[in-house]
């Protein structure tokens, strides 16, 4: 049996699978790979600072790039403030983004304590305000990411969910956790079930999605339209391939060799440093190049994700250990050649 894409707005989203936003993991670089092996109907950036934005912090720029090979893409944004938040919305647009979404999912203090992020699932007034004003702000569908609520004295989520829908927004993601648990516990299905059945959007759920049999149950269990993949992903395409394939009525692919894994890695880590020179050489042009090595930076990002491709094979340990503190591209290509024995 496969399960129907859905739109939003005019952005069709098929299969129902979207990769979820996440910080220093869903760059371009990781996003490309993941669109080639896992093919997602949707994919989300990292989360963009429309405070860094309004004060033209340009290596936040490099966020926004989108490549054709990955649409639909939507970008996120953060922030507390309607009016910042429209601005930021209108600059993001001339980077021709599927769709824009807000971010009042994220927990981490840093954020909360700007008052944005899941800061706002306590203003629902505030929240309202801010959609609104991104709404009117861009041409593009506009989308909502939301915890359950701040704390379990409250299911927030609903309430806010019809603001939204009200003010404008064409659907809204659940990861359903409360924001004090940060990652802790486990995802309490039965609340995207409860947001659905209180809107008309399309409604994306989220939390502890790993296998196909997950995502399979998700969507069966709470009526949800989509279903977002996010920690599973990381360093792991391939999970996003078993899920799309068992969604769309097909054979599961075969799992990784070593072969294959070995190949991804490497292809980030290359794509990684191409994505960084060109982000120098656009910084260049307006007098703000980073005079750091590109590809140590670029290698360094990948640090805590390159390890992980491995992770699991018998004997990796040493070459993970070296992996993480790989310094470039021929070190992470020499490394992984250990692997390349027909044993493997």
């Given at each position: 049996m496969s399960h129907p894409g859905f739109r939003i707005g005019g952005v069709r989203v098929e299969p129902p699978l979207v990769l979820a936003p996440m910080e220093d993991v869903s760059n371009l670089a990781f996003r490309r790979i993941a669109k080639r092996i896992g093919?997602?109907?949707?994919?989300?950036s990292e989360f963009v600072s429309a405070m860094a934005i309004?004060?033209?912090?340009?290596?936040?720029?490099?966020?926004?790039?989108?490549?054709?090979?990955?649409?639909?893409?939507?970008?996120?944004?953060?922030?507390?403030d309607p009016d910042v938040m429209a601005e930021t919305a209108r600059f993001v647009e001339t980077y021709e983004p599927d769709l824009i979404d807000i971010n009042m999912g994220c927990w981490v203090p840093k954020v909360c304590?700007?008052?944005?992020?899941?800061?706002?699932?306590?203003?629902?007034?505030?929240?309202?305000?801010?959609?609104?004003?991104?709404?009117?702000?861009?041409?593009v569908p506009v989308t909502v990411k939301v915890r359950a609520g701040w704390d379990f004295s409250l299911f927030a989520?609903?309430?806010?969910?019809?603001r939204f829908e009200d003010a404008g927004a064409k659907a809204i993601t659940l990861h359903a956790r409360f924001a004090k648990q940060g990652f802790e516990g486990q995802a309490d299905w039965d609340l995207i079930r409860r947001l659905r059945e209180s809107v008309t959007v399309p409604v994306i759920g989220n939390g502890d999605v790993r296998s196909p049999a997950d995502a399979l149950r998700?969507?069966?269990?709470?009526?949800?339209?989509?279903?977002?993949?996010?920690?599973?992903?990381?360093?792991?395409?391939?999970?996003l391939a078993a899920i799309r394939a068992v969604l769309v009525g097909e054979t599961a692919p075969p799992p990784p060799t070593i072969h294959d894994r070995i190949a991804a890695a490497i292809e980030h880590a290359r794509l990684m440093v191409a994505y960084e020179a060109e982000?120098?050489?656009?910084?260049?042009?307006?007098?703000?190049?980073?005079?750091?090595?590109?590809?140590?930076?670029?290698?360094?990002?990948?640090?805590?994700?390159?390890?992980?491709?491995?992770?699991?094979?018998?004997?990796?340990?040493?070459?993970?250990?070296?992996?993480?503190?790989?310094s470039s591209v021929a070190e992470v290509e020499d490394l992984l050649?250990?692997?390349?024995?027909?044993?493997r």
């Open positions: 093919g997602p109907g949707l994919m989300f309004h004060y033209g912090a340009t290596k936040t720029f490099r966020k926004l790039r989108v490549h054709p090979e990955e649409r639909p893409l939507g970008i996120q944004i953060f922030g507390g304590r700007t008052g944005s992020g899941a800061a706002l699932l306590k203003d629902p007034e505030l929240a309202e305000r801010i959609v609104r004003a991104v709404v009117r702000a861009v041409r989520a609903p309430e806010l969910a019809k998700l969507l069966e269990e709470t009526g949800c339209h989509g279903v977002m993949v996010g920690r599973a992903a990381i360093s792991n395409p391939w999970s982000v120098d050489a656009y910084e260049d042009t307006i007098g703000f190049a980073d005079r750091i090595d590109l590809e140590l930076r670029a290698i360094r990002a990948l640090r805590g994700q390159l390890p992980l491709y491995i992770k699991g094979e018998p004997g990796s340990a040493q070459v993970r250990e070296r992996l993480s503190r790989a050649g250990e692997w390349r024995s027909p044993s």
